[in-house]
Each structure stands twice: as structure tokens, then as C-alpha cells.
């Protein structure tokens, strides 16, 4: 009987050994030559193959870079280092690029999130959007269940009182947090300043709703607009927005963000 | 006579029992890479290769290897490993010869490994207890059949682009509805050949 697992182990090594020999002599005499413009930007480029750069990995980004189809900056993972060493290779000038960072369009931490029903399903944010937003009064908001600290690969998220918190130094920009959040409370800006400000509420409820249900909501009064008065700031779907592009002076806005009256406007 | 028997079991694996329209083996690749006439029949030979190197290899592999020593019972992660390496082998081919197929190809070459129309004709091959010859051949037929369907897949499905199909059914809803059609056809070749 013990012939059997003697014979058995010694033929399918034997096997084994025999394909991985034809295999390794047929790797050395078909051997495809990268080119080594190829290569030398793939060992510049991150390797995570997040894609988020929009391509399958980094190796075939920096193909699509060799043949000067895509702008590095496109890559968002990689360091300003190495993103000035790719143009060089590249033979061309570099453009203005920005970091982008996340910001949270919510501030209603977890004593602020009303509740409307008990929610006892999966943990996660995904599973709560599917049951009303896992019973909370306001359906634009923040649920706090953390999809966006889970997925982010750099661990630059983690969740705080219920919102994500960031930590700057390690968010390379991915926007896998903006995919990963059901309620796209999570919007990826340019970060052209030191400091952006930004309206810390999603909703779109109307005054009344929003006073109601949320301490921290932006309740559309208008304050900002008036006080801003070059479009600094916008109503949209009782709503306020920031137009980043025109932010300059932080004075001007920290003077703004204080006289909020439900302080929803926050800087990074 | 010997000549006769090795056609009709290629006309056989080739059309009557046509791994995809008759066995319903390899839809995968059938549904994924049909939409390119060019892709298609790159994928097609690429499986017509695979088939009939991994029908000849298999065969000696089960003659010399397993039967001689009664391991029969290691057939099935013999013939895969057998397959997994071929499948390998290829890659690197098409990968030094035409980088544009390689492309066009992308994660459906890797693919043929698990295609289980070449495991299926490998233990086909088995049961029927074809001779190494015939393996071939049989191998071969398979892969031909295999590259007709495709072909006439990617054909009518080129053709489909500018046909007005109900939203709900577009994409893979109507490929599969058409591979059902075209099985149907294929029924027809049925009695054609007996065996």
C-alpha cells in the first residue's frame, strides 16, 4: 500500500520539476525586452497597482507614460520626488499639479446623528444605505459605519465620533474614500492652499428639516454669501458651497467661518 | 480505414459535438472575447494550440505516467498542471511574437488555463480511450470547433452593434440568447455522424 504514496509523491513531482524546467528555459529564450524607459518609470512608480490612475497597474500606466498618452499627475499615490524624476525621463516640462486630499461633507458627529430607528444589520455603510441609511433622520449625511476608513490603503482614515478623521501626511489623494462612501459625502478637492475652507453638510433639506433634525447641518441662511460677497461662497439646493478656486485669503474666511451660526464651515 | 476514423472523429469534435454549442464547455472565453472579430480568432488559435498540444501531452502523460504506475486517480490535477504549464508556455509565445494579440488578448490568455473545454477534452480523451493519434486529431477538431464558434460568435456580434435590441437585453443578455440560437443550429448536424 505504501508503494502507492511513494510512486504517486515521485511521479507528480517528477512532473512538476520536468514543466518547471521547459518553463524556466522557455522564460530565458523568449524573454521580452521592456523597454527601459518602461522600466525604469515602473520602479519609480508607487506599486500598489491601486488604479486609480485609471489603468490596470503601475507597470501598464507607465506604459501608457512612455508613449506620452497620460500626465503623470495622474498618478496620485507617488511623492513630488518622484513625480519630477518620471517628467525627466520623460523628456517633458512639468504642469501645475496639486495634492487632492478628501473632504468630509458632514460634522454631525455621533450624539448629533439623530436617530430614527434602531439599526442592527451588517456594520457597514453599504448595508446601512440599502435600509434608509441604517435609520437616520437626515439622508445625506455622514453614517458613520466607516466604508471610507476601511477601504483607504494608506490607512490616512480613521473613524473618530462617528465622522472619519484625516490624517494629511498619509492620504496620497486615491479617492478610493469618495468611491467607497454610498452617499458621496466625501468629495476630492485640489488642495491649492495650505488651508481649504469647506461647508461640512451634505443636505439638501430645506431650513426647517435640517434645524430639526441636526445640530450640525448647514441650514442655507445665506450669512456667508452675504459676508463673502465675490462668490466665495454659493447657495445651491438649500445648500451652501465653497468655490475652492477662489480661495486666497484665510483671514477673510476664518472671519466667515465664524459667524456661521451652525459652524458647518470647516477648514482641512 | 484508419484515415476515415481520424476524420470523422475530427468532423465530429469540430462540429456534431462542438465543445461550446453542443457540450456547453468554455463559455467564458465565448461570451468575453467574441466581441472582436480579431481578438477572436487569436483566441481561437491561441486554444486550438493549447488543445492539441495539451490532447498530445496529456495522453502520453496518462499512458507512460499514470497508468504505468495506477495513478489514474491523479488525473484530474495531473491534466491541470499538465494544461497550467502549456497555457504558461503560450503566453510567453505570443507575448515575444505578436505583443498586439498579447493586448488585444489581455487576462483571457491566462484564462485558458481554467478553460474547462480543455480539461473537458482531456478527460473526453480518457473515457473514450482514444488512441494517441487520435488524441491528436480529436484535440485538434476541438480547438477548430472551439475557433468556429468563437468566429461565428464575434461575426454576428459585430453585426449586432448596429441593431436596435431591446435596453434590457443589450450586452450579455442577447450574446446569450444568440448562443442559444446558434446551439440550436448546431443541433442540426446531429445525425450527421454516429459515434
Not at chain 1, 512538476?16 to 524556466?24: D, Q, T
Not at chain 2, 484508419?2 to 465543445?19: G, M, Q
Request: aromatic share 8%.
Amino acid at each position: 500500500m505504501g508503494n502507492i504514496y511513494v510512486s504517486a509523491l515521485l511521479s507528480m513531482t517528477g512532473l512538476a520539476v520536468f514543466f518547471a524546467a521547459v518553463l524556466a528555459f522557455a522564460d530565458k529564450k523568449l524573454k521580452v525586452e521592456d523597454d527601459p524607459k518602461v522600466s525604469a518609470i515602473t520602479d519609480l512608480l508607487p506599486g500598489v497597482n491601486c488604479g486609480a490612475c485609471g489603468f490596470l497597474s503601475c507597470h501598464d500606466f507607465a506604459e501608457h507614460l512612455t508613449a506620452r498618452e497620460v500626465d503623470p499627475g495622474k498618478c496620485r499615490v507617488m511623492t513630488e520626488d518622484h513625480r519630477k524624476k518620471i517628467y525627466d525621463i520623460m523628456g517633458e516640462k512639468e504642469k501645475d499639479t496639486y495634492p487632492r486630499i478628501p473632504l468630509v461633507r458632514c460634522a454631525a458627529e455621533c450624539s448629533q446623528k439623530e436617530p430614527e430607528a434602531d439599526y442592527t444589520g451588517i456594520a457597514t455603510c453599504a448595508a446601512a444605505e440599502l435600509v434608509f441609511g441604517g435609520g437616520m433622520k437626515c439622508t445625506y449625511g455622514c453614517t458613520g459605519y466607516g466604508d471610507c476608513a476601511a477601504v483607504c490603503p494608506f490607512g490616512a482614515l480613521h473613524m473618530e465620533n462617528g465622522l472619519p478623521r484625516l490624517d494629511a501626511e498619509k492620504c496620497t489623494g486615491c479617492a478610493k474614500c469618495a468611491g467607497a462612501c454610498p452617499r458621496n459625502v466625501i468629495n476630492m478637492q485640489d488642495k491649492r492652499n495650505e488651508k481649504i475652507f469647506y461647508v461640512a453638510c451634505s443636505s439638501q433639506d430645506d431650513m426647517i428639516r435640517t434645524r430639526k433634525i441636526c445640530s450640525a447641518g448647514c441650514i442655507a441662511c445665506g450669512v456667508c454669501v452675504k459676508l463673502s460677497g465675490d462668490g466665495l461662497f454659493k447657495i445651491e439646493n438649500n445648500l451652501a458651497q465653497a468655490d475652492y478656486s477662489k480661495q486666497r485669503n484665510a483671514d477673510t474666511l476664518l472671519s466667515i467661518a465664524a459667524k456661521c451660526p451652525t459652524k458647518v464651515i470647516k477648514e482641512t | 480505414m484508419i484515415i476515415e476514423e481520424l476524420i470523422l472523429i475530427l468532423i465530429a469534435a469540430a462540429i456534431t459535438n462542438n465543445f461550446i454549442l453542443t457540450y456547453f464547455l468554455g463559455i467564458c472565453p465565448f461570451i468575453g472575447v467574441s466581441n472582436k472579430m480579431e481578438s477572436a480568432v487569436g483566441l481561437g488559435l491561441a486554444t486550438t494550440f493549447v488543445m492539441t498540444l495539451a490532447a498530445s501531452v496529456t495522453w502520453l502523460v496518462y499512458q507512460y505516467v499514470l497508468v504505468k504506475f495506477n495513478l489514474v486517480f491523479l488525473q484530474y490535477v495531473t491534466f491541470i498542471i499538465v494544461i497550467a504549464s502549456l497555457v504558461q508556455f503560450v503566453e510567453m509565445f505570443i507575448r515575444k511574437t505578436s505583443p498586439q494579440l498579447y493586448k488585444a488578448l489581455g487576462i483571457f490568455l491566462p484564462l485558458i488555463t481554467t478553460n474547462c473545454a480543455i480539461l473537458g477534452l482531456t478527460l473526453f480523451m480518457v473515457l473514450r480511450k482514444y488512441s494517441f493519434l487520435e488524441s491528436v486529431i480529436f484535440g485538434l477538431g476541438a480547438g477548430i470547433g472551439f475557433t468556429l464558434a468563437l468566429v461565428l460568435m464575434a461575426g454576428i456580434r459585430e453585426e449586432l452593434e448596429f441593431a436596435d435590441i431591446p435596453e434590457a437585453l443589450k450586452g450579455t443578455g442577447i450574446t446569450l440568447i444568440l448562443a442559444g440560437m446558434l446551439a440550436l443550429a448546431f443541433m442540426g448536424f446531429g445525425g450527421i455522424i454516429s459515434g
